[in-house]
């Protein structure tokens, strides 16, 4: 069980004297080479490591050192501090140039209480800097289209040698680069979506390795992504389809060895352009592949004379923006790519496959279980000499469940649609029959919620071995039909490839508990309850990255803000999210910028009372309200916070505080003058169960009244990091007014609870937490009636959770701090409706977008939604036993907390948790046999811990020894309470007496 903290104990503590390791440059990966960093600002952060068994280590100084042109052309001057080794930019350093190549290296000088160290410096980390943002138009390159295939063919000379050669290229919707025949990476579906009309991302490839003296080529397979099939960025009822969306723009430079250089750029002239296999794409509704029509050699220079289908390209002025921008003939400002790209990070191969009961036809079909829910494609291998005719169609359907009284592995919401059989998803009412005017046989295409998500592959059929992948279609499935192949072809497991595709987001915690199975009084008794709780919670995030945070991966794939900020906090303990939601940031920006005047969404408004607004799918594209719900619109100031919380990088919070700001003025004036609380009833506590929709057991207006005062208090907290003190003081004044109002006007003294309905004895599970985390009750009494409300009403309801997904961030960490962490086990080991255990028994392996699943509602609902996903935060420190302190002085992970919860202490009797924080892996590993707890615990140099010293149910503690040494024994009759820990790895042993 704590395999994975001892390997990251073994990486972190290797046996050297002291060094700084894993650099990183401008947020990227710990030592990735950066391509397009910013010339200004450069940020840098490091590790430091010292010898194995070296405890209470700390950093005195640093310095860090520039290279360019083999020279150290730039040293900072000797830093002083122990924590300043992440994120760092106020370094002195001068601009740099653009497109230009750099290393950089830190020195460090550690010591302890006992010994210094000279300064001892890291090895050096590469990185590039970003294009001149006129970079593009300087050098004339254009965008360009014609087609979904195009190339063109270029010299370099034989005589020298190439030393640099950097390629900038971005397509919309979405794009391939091939260099000479090779895909120049391996990231899927580039650039990230983005606001289109406001920032357009390019990508950066070092292709140094892909070219070759004499001829070369370049290709670009474009299809339409996002960008190409919404009714705002690039709608398919305009004159060209989607056509006319389709279009690149590229500018290569090339450095030769003798110092002279060759650009390659996007052009009417030298470019080429031809329909390529892929004849149909649609990213919900899947896309037709002719593999007849495949050459797949056709970007190399060995066919530059096959000139045969290829034809001209011409200048394109994409499309974007609604007729209330003015027609905007060029698109948003072209920036570099800042974080990690969309990859296939895992595979799964079939674990099952069957003939669906009673089929008959004059093909086959079988269905494909992967055994997981994921979000992406599968891939398509046929054997040589199969025997299958060329142009045979073979179409390939993706759901999330089986129904066994259909023949299809049909998905939520369509088994009452009875008029096709292709695979459907939620709403897929039969009288739907509108599309965007490029419908084609048996292909169903209507708007986004009903993504139709069939493949079809024409097989070549020449003998030789076919693979498929598909290029611009993405599904959310577990399942996978394959019709059309001759009854004579007997298929194998291995046919068809489940591939999971999501933002490559670097794991950096792991969670790791006993294998317990269920109980309570009607347990099924499924197995290892927890670990697939968690895991289910794991897959969706990582369902739901697809450059901006989505809410399934099925259906709508939008950025719903609702379940972007609700899941937030819980991202960040397991994966490296900062790059990301720096993204994130920016894309809500600039839909804030353009405003909802833009899209017309706030016409009749007054504009006093719409500025500043968010709508509720960030980017926006016509679906939800503008201005959002204000719970869904919190999300900017709420992953703001968050954000500090896990990074204490303050550059974001600096480049986002203006619209911050405008958001919280945007609530400030929409507030009712009466209440001094923000009411607006909306979405509210959404899902809870037995309400696909807002929750009947939570007044909505009190949801948005508790995010307005606790944002309040985060842009009081905001304000403070970045020293705008007369901002801080004033938002903390209205904060402190807001939890008194909040209490004032929600709280029921006769029910000892807030926000009671009709027929609700103490307030829903969500009201009475929420309030709890606001810390509204104004005294001792008050607040513990709260929580005996609060408890009881999880008893009442048999240890059911009843929550929608605002609950779901409140109620476990609610109460567990009042000492009722047995509850909170309680619901989490039920395997009975409704609760996440319950979702595990019905063998999910994603979280249910409803309590029910598909089986206790009609409706049914998507198999992978993250929006419920808030809880694991507290599974993590709860069970895990580990959580950051953080507020305006002290910073991310620089001090942690060891306090697992003591009824999962005895309940569970062993667990572990382990995070590559910014300073470093901290971890703890804690096992209780019989009497005696041990814990041991990892900390990072630059941090500290305190290792809570608490009592066990039915277990007194008696003494207390670190690392050996005896620290309390309560014959000393005096409260230790927490003690603190230096860095290095530590063992605490807890006696007791129980």
Not at 18 to 32: D, F, I, K, Q, S
Not at 555 to 579: C, I, K, T, Y
């Amino acid at each position: 069980d704590n395999y994975w903290y001892l390997v990251a104990v073994a990486v972190l503590l290797p046996a050297i004297a002291a060094e700084p390791v894993n650099l990183r440059t401008h947020v990227g990966n710990r030592g990735e080479v950066r391509l397009s960093v910013p010339v200004t600002g450069l940020r840098v952060s490091w590790e430091n490591v010292a010898a194995a068994g070296t405890h209470n280590v700390v950093q005195t100084s640093f310095s860090v050192q520039v290279m360019s042109s083999n020279n150290w052309t730039w040293t900072s001057q000797s830093i002083s501090g122990s924590m300043q080794h992440t994120n760092l930019t106020d370094l002195g350093m001068p601009d740099l140039d653009y497109d230009s190549d750099y290393m950089w290296r830190v020195g460090t000088v550690l010591s302890t209480s006992s010994a210094s160290e000279v300064e001892t410096w890291s090895e050096p980390l590469k990185f590039s800097t970003m294009l001149d943002p006129n970079a593009f138009s300087s050098h004339e390159a254009i965008w360009i289209g014609g087609n979904n295939q195009l190339r063109t063919e270029f010299s370099l000379p034989s005589s020298v040698s190439i030393s640099r050669a950097r390629l900038h290229v971005s397509g919309l919707g979405a794009f391939y680069m091939f260099v000479n025949g090779q895909q120049a990476s391996d990231h899927v579906m580039d650039p990230p979506q983005t606001v289109y009309t406001r920032h357009v991302t390019y990508m950066t490839y070092d292709i140094q390795s892909l070219l070759q003296s004499g001829s070369n080529m370049f290709g670009v397979m474009l299809g339409n992504y996002k960008f190409g099939y919404t009714d705002v960025w690039c709608n398919m009822t305009t004159a060209n389809g989607p056509d006319g969306c389709r279009t690149m723009i590229l500018l290569a430079k090339i450095t030769l060895s003798n110092g002279t250089s060759v650009t390659i750029t996007s052009n009417a002239n030298d470019w080429h352009g031809r329909q390529g296999p892929v004849i149909w794409d649609h990213l919900f509704h899947g896309e037709t592949f002719d593999a007849r029509m495949d050459t797949p050699d056709w970007a190399s220079p060995d066919r530059v004379s096959d000139t045969q289908d290829w034809g001209p390209v011409h200048e394109m002025h994409p499309p974007v923006g609604p007729a209330s921008e003015g027609n905007i003939s060029s698109i948003g400002m072209l920036v570099p790519e800042t974080m990690p790209p969309i990859r296939v990070v895992e595979s799964f191969p079939a674990v099952s496959m069957y003939t669906p009961v009673g089929y008959s036809g004059s093909t086959s079909r079988y269905v494909y279980d992967f055994g997981q829910n994921v979000a992406g494609f599968v891939t398509l291998k046929l054997p040589s000499n199969h025997g299958i005719p060329a142009g045979t169609e073979l179409r390939i359907q993706h759901g999330e469940i089986t129904y066994p009284d259909t023949l299809d592995s049909y998905d939520t919401y369509c088994r009452a649609n009875t008029q096709s059989k292709d695979l459907r998803h939620e709403p897929c009412k039969p009288h739907q029959t509108y599309g965007f005017g490029h419908e084609i046989k048996d292909r169903y295409v209507g708007d986004f919620n009903c993504a139709n998500m069939t493949n079809v592959y024409i097989v070549r059929g020449d003998g030789k071995p076919e693979e498929y992948t598909p290029f611009f279609a993405a599904a959310g499935f577990r399942y996978a039909t394959i019709t059309g192949l001759p009854t004579a072809f007997k298929p194998s497991l291995q046919l068809l490839t489940s591939r999971f595709v999501h933002t490559d987001v670097t794991r950096v915690g792991n969670l790791s508990l006993p294998a317990v199975s269920a109980e309570g009084t009607k347990t099924n008794g499924t197995q290892d309850v927890l670990n697939r709780i968690h895991h289910m919670v794991l897959y969706s995030q990582m369902s739901n990255l697809w450059s901006i945070p989505t809410d399934c991966p099925q259906r709508e794939r939008r950025g719903w803000m609702g379940d972007a900020q609700v899941s937030s906090h819980g991202a960040m303990l397991s994966f490296d999210m900062q790059a990301f939601y720096e993204n994130f940031f920016r894309d809500m920006r600039d839909d804030q910028l353009r405003g909802c005047g833009s899209m017309g969404t706030c016409s009749g408004k007054p504009q006093l009372l719409t500025e500043g607004s968010l709508a509720d799918v960030v980017p926006f594209d016509g679906i939800g309200g503008w201005p959002g719900c204000p719970v869904w619109q919190v999300a900017y100031i709420v992953i703001l916070r968050n954000y500090w919380t896990h990074y204490g990088d303050k550059a974001p919070l600096e480049e986002h505080y203006d619209g911050a700001k405008a958001l919280m003025t945007h609530f400030q004036r929409n507030a009712n003058p009466v209440s001094g609380l923000l009411e607006t009833p909306c979405y509210g506590d959404w899902v809870c169960v037995d309400a696909h929709g807002p929750c009947p057991r939570t007044p909505a207006a009190s949801v948005t009244s508790f995010y307005f005062v606790q944002a309040l208090g985060f842009m009081s907290d905001i304000a403070t990091i970045l020293g705008r003190t007369a901002d801080a003081e004033q938002y903390a004044k209205e904060h402190s007014e807001g939890v008194v109002n909040y209490h004032k006007r929600y709280y029921n003294a006769t029910m000892q609870g807030y926000s009671p309905v009709p027929g609700d004895t103490h307030g829903s599970q969500t009201s009475n937490s929420m309030a709890l985390a606001l810390g509204a009750p104004p005294d001792d009494a008050t607040r513990k009636a709260v929580e005996d409300s609060l408890n009881d009403n999880i008893k009442q309801n048999d240890y059911h959770l009843t929550f929608g997904i605002v609950g779901s961030a409140w109620t476990f960490p609610t109460l567990a701090a009042a000492g009722h962490g047995d509850s909170v086990l309680s619901t989490l080991l039920s395997d009975t409706y409704p609760g996440f255990g319950y979702m595990v028994q019905q063998n999910m392996t994603t979280l249910c977008e409803n309590w029910a699943c598909q089986f206790h509602s009609p409706g049914g609902g998507s198999q992978n939604h993250i929006m419920f996903g808030a809880f694991d935060g507290w599974m993590i420190s709860g069970l895990g036993g580990m959580s950051t302190t953080s507020n305006t002085t002290t910073t991310a992970w620089e001090h942690f907390t060891v306090k697992p919860d003591p009824f999962a202490v005895k309940k569970l009797m062993k667990g572990s948790y382990m995070l590559n924080t910014r300073f470093g892996v901290a971890g703890v590993s804690w096992e209780l046999q019989q009497d005696k707890l041990e814990t041991q615990v990892s900390v990072p140099i630059g941090s500290s811990a305190s290792v809570a010293h608490q009592d066990l149910p039915g277990c007194l503690l008696q003494e207390v020894l670190e690392d050996g040494v005896s620290l309390w024994r309560r014959a000393n009759l005096q409260d230790l309470g927490a003690s603190t820990l230096g860095s290095g790895v530590h063992t605490v042993v807890h006696q007791y007496t129980c």
